[in-house]
């Protein structure tokens, strides 16, 4: 399970990994907690935490958010 704290753009983010595989890790949506998200994701937990951040970085708004990934095995 990846988290990602982020305290703004919560529901874009969940937009853009929720169900959508990158890099053959496939990113599901579990919850919110405050400004944490929560995400299962198949495969290697640490590699996942390095995509979703590329993902998040790539996107029109990314660069500008101030936001952590961390991984739970």
């Not at 919560?10 to 944490?36: D, S, V």
Request: charged share 25%; proline share 1%.
């Amino acid at each position: 399970m990846i988290i990602i704290q982020i305290p703004l753009k919560r529901e874009e983010i969940i937009c853009l990994l929720n169900g959508i595989t990158y890099e053959g890790h496939t990113f599901c949506y579990l919850k919110q907690e405050r400004m944490k998200l929560y995400f299962e994701v198949n495969g290697n937990q640490q590699h996942a935490t390095e995509i979703a951040d590329k993902v998040i970085k790539n996107s029109q708004w990314g660069k500008a958010l101030f936001y952590h990934i961390d991984y739970e095995e």
